[in-house]
């Protein structure tokens, strides 16, 4: 940590990387011309973070992605301009407004959370209501802001331990009477938390709201306010008391979509208007001052102020989601069983299929009493094992068909239910009873499914919809 | 097989099954309402296939579908009804026409055959150029129909094994100066068979079409004769000489789509609507009569005739597909390593990240000399590893990014390269090299994805563009 002060002008850099800016001259926040063994390159020389490597040097394109240089193929750099660096956030104190609806903040890490620190990409290490009322002065016409920082990672990172930790926070605040709830998390695997903590946290008496960003907030097509906004607002001021991620919507500025936690995919790795409701329509759009409830039988069902709250944290980990490739041979499988896992979630080829070749593995698994379920690698539609030989075989392996649930939702749905019991017929049971929409009983008709699969079609579908 | 005469009127039940269709005095193709413990059914009694179990009476639905009672469930079978059965499909000689193309016809098994079968949705064993004429008399006015049964599998057993003899018989066919090829597949991995021949068969002289069914033919809803009759023309007529899989194009009859073998992708379980190019367009639709190009850069590179064929059915089934979830611990990767895998395929979250508790086993993996690539679980857009921390990271540990290549495809030319060499190296250079493909350089503009993801929509979508 020696090289990071917030003085130092090498700020995060070591070894070979810190040689070759130190050789050319080169400060953080100095734009280059960089030559390299590979080509030219410009950008602005971004800050390291802490845990960063010493091999490479990082630019921030013109284009707002970032670009890590290998310090060793690096001919020369020159600086072609300076930005100024500002390490500190404007500060301004949230002004508490008597009547207003309490929102708490939970902070996990994300882009959204570079929304707060600055040009970096890197996570920060904490965020204040002042700092947020600096960035983003609208979140002080909705509601009075707490916030509270339980984890600085990127969503790759998270996983159970932090899924126990989130549900915990939210049922204490929602213990002690607050309004709305948002938390900020990385995009990669938000719909994982978000089916997590819909079955950790069932029944809550608010909206628990889960937001995160695409594009860092320095680049001029960051998504970081506008979905902060919405998502604070609906914290503060829906009906919708239950887990909603809430993301762009289509690929204007126009509004979020409100996507229930156990029905929501990331399906593009880039754009903004990435998570998708699957096999049913979102929840509701939301815009500045505006939710439009789309979905109104899953709103119903779980209106604010009626708590009952139940908060069931448990997960066990020795749980393992298996994605069918032809070709697929049965150590996979036996690898799991011996190496004691418990749930294995199937996503197999069409209405539910694995080949032959790894029967004999689903065997051994189902003698070694492993609870076993299928799912389809399709994404879109139902398993539905009695059409063919199949489907009819595996099920007589003892794999069990989960209608539509997502894999992804399986998978923590499994690892929730072996959390709670070890009865295998206790695990089905909890499986196969729908919660929060993990199971629907039918795909809605063709037209409402118009916007669920593809990207900005959504656009189109909103304005015949929606206007 | 004793049991297993034409004549037999209880035509492939053994054991209980057969016990309890002679106790009620029920035959084949009797209608039944059948009382059993979970309720009660009423529909065909299908033949059983030679495969099949002896535990299980399965009744056709009025909806269509099959369904397996347990016969020990089965309290009581009533007939109400009897439907005749036919086992031979009127065979007429198909035509020869001077002058007219001439095309094979592979047949693999899956539901496309069983338009060939009778309501059993059983595998055919053989089907002549004369049933095919009888069932489907328009393919005479195609082309001049060789046929030849190469499997008869469904297709979730299809494998490395059958993409190489597959691959095999369409050089072979090619060699003999064929017009067009036809290759019918079961839909479930139909795109990761055309995947493989679209690496094992380079540069072909005349098209090479995948068709399948989603639905029977005995049922109303059926798209076995519209896709069989569109990809006969295809293969006959188009221009297109390369892999590409016809299928149902929107939810009503118009038109199919024809996709390229490398970026296709099954997207619903159940719908006709169900392939999907992904990140691009389709190359073209197909009418009756009519080809329409939407994909004139793909198109222009393979025209038919310039033929510099390449076969190279090569393969190393020593290769995973390890599908990231959280909470994933190094144990998954690591018993790949000690079976001997030498490559496995990540399909990371996000921009293609994994979490830290499994950097050991990568770095384990690469030690043991494992080829490791990374795509993108989000299915749609790229690889970007070098935007996050994470992802340098992972690619310090010697995962190599891909680009937008789909995982399913990844998987398939890894084994493909594996099967080549030995050489890291060289096993790097062939999977970074674009090929039919399997890497595009960028997205096509965002109107241009309307009709990726989803299903129905593409209707729309079309009547805006193709007419």
């Given at each position: 940590m020696s090289t990071e002060t917030a003085q130092d002008d090498l700020r995060g850099y070591r070894g070979i990387s810190r040689e070759v800016l130190a050789r050319d001259g080169i400060r953080v926040w100095s734009e280059v011309r960089a030559k390299t063994k590979q080509g030219q390159?410009?950008?602005?020389?971004?800050?390291?973070?802490?845990?960063?490597?010493?091999?490479?040097?990082?630019?921030?394109?013109?284009?707002?992605?970032?670009i890590g240089l290998a310090a060793d193929q690096i001919e020369s750099l020159e600086e072609v301009g300076r930005r100024e660096a500002q390490y500190k956030i404007p500060e301004k104190k949230f002004p508490y407004s008597a009547g207003k609806p309490r929102v708490k903040l939970f902070g996990t890490g994300g882009t959204i959370a570079s929304r707060l620190?600055?040009?970096?990409?890197?996570?920060?290490?904490?965020?204040?209501?002042?700092?947020?009322?600096?960035?983003?002065?609208?979140?002080?016409?909705?509601?009075?802001?707490?916030t509270e920082k339980l984890y600085g990672i990127f969503s790759e990172n998270m996983g159970p331990e932090q899924?126990?930790?989130?549900?915990?926070?939210?049922?204490?605040?929602?213990?002690?009477g607050?309004?709305?709830?948002?938390?900020?998390?990385?995009?990669?695997?938000?719909?994982?938390?978000?089916?997590?903590?819909?079955?950790?946290?069932?029944?809550?008496?608010?909206?628990?709201?889960?937001?995160?960003?695409?594009?860092s907030s320095d680049r001029p097509s960051s998504d970081a306010t506008l979905n902060l906004i919405h998502a604070t607002y609906t914290a503060a001021r829906s009906d919708i008391a239950e887990i909603v991620v809430c993301m762009f919507g289509p690929t204007s500025d126009d509004y979020g979509l409100l996507?229930?936690?156990?029905?929501?995919?990331?399906?593009?790795?880039?754009?903004?208007?990435?998570?998708?409701?699957?096999?049913?329509?979102?929840?509701?759009?939301?815009?500045?001052?505006?939710?439009?409830?789309?979905?109104?039988?899953y709103?119903?069902?779980?209106p604010r102020g009626e708590s009952n709250l139940a908060l069931n944290a448990a997960f066990d980990d020795r749980v393992s989601l298996v994605y069918y490739?032809?070709?697929?041979?049965?150590?996979?499988?036996?690898?799991?069983?011996?190496?004691?896992?418990?749930?294995?979630?199937?996503?197999?080829?069409?209405?539910?299929?694995?080949?032959?070749?790894?029967?004999?593995?689903?065997?051994?698994?189902?003698?070694?009493?492993?609870?076993?379920?299928?799912?389809?690698?399709?994404?879109?539609?139902?398993?539905?094992?009695?059409?063919?030989?199949?489907?009819?075989e595996i099920m007589g392996l003892g794999v069990e068909p989960i209608a539509n649930m997502l894999p992804e939702v399986a998978y923590v749905k499994l690892g929730w239910a072996l959390g709670q019991t070890d009865d295998l017929g206790e695990i089905k049971k909890i499986m196969q009873t729908p919660i929060n929409g993990d199971i629907t009983e039918r795909e809605p008709p063709d037209g409402y499914l118009v916007y669920q699969g593809g990207l900005p079609e959504i656009e189109e579908f909103m304005r015949r919809v929606h206007r």
């Open positions: 390159f410009e950008g602005l020389v971004l800050p390291r973070s802490e845990t960063a490597d010493e091999l490479h040097i990082v630019l921030k394109l013109d284009s707002g992605y970032n620190d600055y040009r970096t990409g890197a996570v920060i290490p904490a965020f204040s209501p002042g700092e947020l009322y600096g960035s983003v002065p609208e979140l002080a016409d909705i509601c009075n802001l707490e899924w126990i930790g989130v549900a915990q926070a939210c049922a204490a605040e929602i213990e002690k607050i309004d709305g709830i948002v938390i900020g998390h990385g995009t990669d695997t938000m719909h994982h938390t978000a089916a997590a903590l819909s079955f950790m946290l069932q029944n809550p008496p608010v909206p628990i709201v889960m937001v995160g960003s695409q594009r996507h229930r936690g156990t029905r929501v995919r990331k399906m593009h790795s880039s754009y903004r208007s990435t998570f998708r409701t699957i096999g049913d329509r979102p929840l509701a759009t939301v815009e500045r001052e505006k939710i439009t409830i789309l979905n109104p039988g709103h119903q069902r779980c490739y032809p070709g697929m041979k049965p150590d996979v499988i036996e690898s799991l069983v011996d190496n004691g896992y418990r749930g294995i979630v199937f996503a197999g080829t069409g209405l539910g299929h694995v080949n032959r070749a790894v029967y004999p593995a689903i065997e051994k698994a189902r003698e070694a009493g492993v609870a076993s379920y299928m799912t389809v690698q399709t994404i879109w539609g139902y398993t539905q094992m009695y059409v063919y030989e199949t489907g009819r």
